[in-house]
């Protein structure tokens, strides 16, 4: 089967013991790999899981092994399946060349380790990705960074059940880079047209609310110093005159009892 599938230099079947079913290579049948975690993950949790990107004890190379256990009726891992894949062969599977000019593509394990690379995978693999520009920016969950003075795009998304992240740089062209300045200078504008309407709104507010409101509060000032005979002005808005017309009847109540107790 191993033959069948391009770029895969073995496939091996071991028991939750670490001792080997089958392999489709005879060197297999000497590795033990039950202290490997992602063994140890896939029996504990009985899903398929993904090493990371590891170096493989016989080839040498940088790997990436898919692990699926085999389950019996009652749910128990009876069998685990091991494909590695060479990190340079995932590395190919990036390569797609509709991408544009000066675009490259990764997979993080979750380690925070660069499993797969195109193009020139030879230089990054094994390699962190904090240490790149476009890794600090996906630390930051920001989407764009900066590489040797060129700006990019940074595009990422979670693969299966997020162990990997897939991602993708992609160089800001003139062009993008023109409809982004003119999207910024309209929404620039847009803002400053809002906040001069808002600010005009408040101009407003402030003459056609505050200056009956103020001079009522001048009337109450007025009252409280002892002048009953001092009125508010007609205001517009009907609230205010509301308030205004009992702000008329105190008056003129505490005025009428004011003269009871001076005449008697």
Known sequence: MAATIPGISAIASWSPSGERFCTSTADAQRVDITDRPYFQQAIKTGTFVNSGYI??????????????????????????????????????TL??????????????????IIAARWPNPGDWLGQTAGTTSWGQALARRAD??????VECALVSSLIGEGEMTLVMGVP??????????????????????FLGTALAGLFVARQWVGRPVRALQAAAE???????????????????????????????????????????
């Open 55 to 92: 170096v493989g004890r016989i080839s040498g190379v940088g790997t990436v092994a898919f692990v699926h256990p085999a389950l019996d009726a009652a749910g128990k891992v009876e069998a685990v399946l091991i494909l590695p894949v060479p990190a340079e062969t995932l590395s190919a």
């Open 222 to 264: 007025a009252m409280a110093q002892g002048n009953l005979k001092v009125r508010p002005p007609p205001a517009s808005i009907a609230e205010v005159r509301a308030l205004s017309a009992q702000f008329v009847v105190m008056a003129e109540a505490l005025e009428q009892r004011l003269h009871q107790r001076t005449c008697c």
């Open 172 to 193: 800001i062209t003139p062009a993008i880079t023109q409809i982004r300045e003119t999207f910024t200078r309209s929404f620039s504008l847009m803002l400053a047209a």
């Open 95 to 112: 390569n797609d060349p509709l991408f544009p000019p000066g675009t490259f593509t990764a997979v993080v394990d979750q380690n925070g």
């Open 144 to 149: 764009t960074f900066t590489d040797n003075g």
